[in-house]
């Protein structure tokens, strides 16, 4: 047993967590040049503990998960829960005081950790970084391992990277503190992570990203002016959100920071959790900075958990379901009104359109509809948005400077005049909109296309002008596979059946130019087995992550 204190990491004398490694941890992943900077025996006896503490209540949430798709599918539709009624109704209760660097997120780019991403997004100009570790970043073990490396080089600023082309990319401003606030996002409870095991048992993916990450730069982040700050994805109910705020619980104990120091905004991205709103920021209100509208991966929750429930829940091609849809509009209108009386963040969705300066009229027409979206955001009472693109920062900006003016978000503004409604948070039946031919296609090719990507290790694809991630190749899929089961119509009166689906991707598919060392066989083979299947895979990304990269 140690007896020395570890003045740099903070851990009470006695503890084993002061350099001695934990015989329990097994590394399986292949070799990733400097990872013995993030392996550290403390590093990984830190996640061993998290992993023991709390991998049974995360197995438990996630049958509970199961249960409740079940019982969605027979025919209950979800609602808000009548057990905590007295938490929506106690007006006496708010979040945590802004920390720094989150009071003013006018504007938040996305992104993978990569070496050039991690630059480009720090140099952007804008309030803040989500640094992806989940949808837009493929979990291979290089992938996981140097992600943490990059953003651990950000904050000590000795982070630069040349291309093959040699241009040199390196940090501007002075201190950390003239950057974008980083916000760390790790991946979902769903999630193993199969190259790190702790007794035997592989570590949810979660606890390895918020681990390695916390356990290295919270103390540097703080001395820096700024914290340890993520964004929690995919949580289905406020007993996730509990479970994450008693990991932060145990994790500033260990390390012996100061309780509520972490901050975490939490993205709204299933249908679940649009009914327990107030309820996940009561369970972080310690830890919480505010809630997101994820707006893709709660399209794609809402065709998940609705697939097989008929005409009522089915959606027209993917193109077509904008923010205007009542239930998207129902849905982000709920979404402030919970944040602002609850003094949190509301931060709006992702602007996915990727600038093409080789065709000035249609990059013209794709920023005024990126303003548009953005300005409706604002006026909604949004305080931020996202964006995907660095050129797209200075558009979402200066639609956030106009609303804003001169205060760094507009809290008080309180959206009284929404009521919490669940039958128009479930009225997808009045998206309007047809399934079509293209539609269908489309669907098709960023299916495959995405996937050949994220098994190359590029879990963020730049597709006819959009950047996209897991979540709109889970749309894409998830349509697919619902407009079969349900015998949709397309506009033109042709049943959508899985023989005509086949036959359109294979035509598809035969478009799509190879190359050396592409992975299209591989993602053909997990795209038709998630889209054409009889069965439903919740995530797309657990089959192709067990079949090939582990």
């Known amino acids: 047993m140690v007896t020395t204190s570890d003045s740099r990491t903070g851990f009470a004398a006695g503890t084993r967590f002061a350099g001695e490694s934990d015989p329990g941890v097994t590394v399986k992943g292949p070799a990733v040049e400097r990872e013995d900077e993030v392996l550290t025996p403390e590093a990984l006896a830190f996640v061993a503990a998290l992993h023991r503490a709390f991998a049974p209540r995360r197995q438990e949430l996630l049958q509970r998960r199961q249960a409740r798709r079940a019982k969605i599918a027979n025919g209950a539709d979800p609602g808000f829960l009548p057990e905590t009624r007295d938490v929506r109704e106690d007006f006496s209760w708010s979040v945590a005081t802004l920390a720094p660097g989150l009071e003013d997120r006018r504007v938040e780019i996305t992104g993978p950790c990569d ?37 651990r080089d950000a904050i000590e600023r000795r982070i630069d990277f040349t291309s093959e082309q040699g241009k040199s990319y390196r940090l501007t401003g002075e201190t950390l ?39 290295h730069n919270a103390h540097r982040l703080l001395e820096l002016g700024r914290g340890p700050y993520f964004y929690l994805p995919k949580l289905e109910s406020h007993l996730e959100a509990r479970l994450w705020n008693d990991v932060f619980v145990m994790a500033q104990d260990l390390l012996g920071i100061p309780q509520g120091t972490i901050r975490a905004t939490v993205l709204i991205e299933t249908i679940t959790a649009a009914f327990e709103m107030e309820e996940i920021l009561y369970e972080l209100r310690h830890h919480s900075s505010g ?7 709660y399209i794609f929750s809402v065709i998940k958990n609705f697939r097989e429930r008929g005409p009522r829940f089915v959606l027209p ?20 009104r919970t944040c602002h009386r609850r003094s949190a963040s509301a931060i709006g969705g992702m602007a996915a359109f990727i600038p093409n300066r080789r065709d000035p009229e249609a990059n013209a027409a794709a920023l005024e509809k990126v303003r548009a979206d953005k300005t409706r955001e604002a006026d909604d009472g949004f305080d931020g948005s996202w964006v995907a693109h660095p050129d797209l920062v200075p558009v979402a900006m200066a639609v956030f400077d106009e609303t804003l003016g001169g205060v760094p978000n507009q809290i008080d503004k309180q959206r009284e005049d929404v009521v919490p409604d669940a039958a ?14 293209t539609g269908i296609r489309k ?26 991630d897991a979540a709109t190749a889970e749309i894409s899929r998830s349509q697919i ?9 397309t506009a033109d009166g042709r049943t959508v059946t899985r023989e005509w689906v086949e036959a359109l991707l294979r035509d598809e598919y035969a478009r799509m130019e190879r190359f050396e060392g592409d992975r299209f066989e591989d993602a053909l083979s997990v795209f038709t087995e998630c889209a054409l299947g009889e069965d439903y895979p919740t995530f797309l990304t ?4 067990t079949r090939f990269l582990v």
């Not at 193109?319 to 239930?327: C, H, I, L, N, Y």
Request: charged share 20%.
């Open 443 to 468: 669907n098709l090719e960023v299916g495959v296309r995405y996937l050949e990507s994220w098994l190359r290790g590029n879990g963020a694809a730049a597709i006819n002008n959009l950047m996209e």
């Open 424 to 437: 128009a948070l479930l009225n997808v039946a009045a998206t309007l909109g047809d399934i079509t031919e």
């Open 481 to 489: 596979w619902q407009w079969i089961k349900s015998g949709s119509k």
């Open 177 to 215: 503190t003239d950057l974008p606030t980083i916000i760390v996002r790790p991946r979902g409870w769903h999630l193993a992570e199969l190259h790190l095991r702790v007794d035997g048992l592989p570590v949810a993916g979660s606890l390895v990203d918020f681990g390695l990450y916390f356990f």
């Open 317 to 336: 091609d993917r193109d077509q379901v904008t923010m205007t849809a009542p239930f998207m509009r129902a849905y982000t209108e709920l979404l402030v």
């Open 291 to 297: 809630l997101n509208a994820g707006r893709w991966d």
């Open 115 to 151: 070496r050039k991403m991690t630059i480009n997004a720090l140099n952007s100009g804008a309030k803040c970084w989500m640094a992806d570790l989940e949808d837009s970043s493929t979990p291979n073990w290089h992938n996981v391992v140097d992600a943490q490396l990059n953003l």
């Open 542 to 545: 657990l089959p192709a992550y």
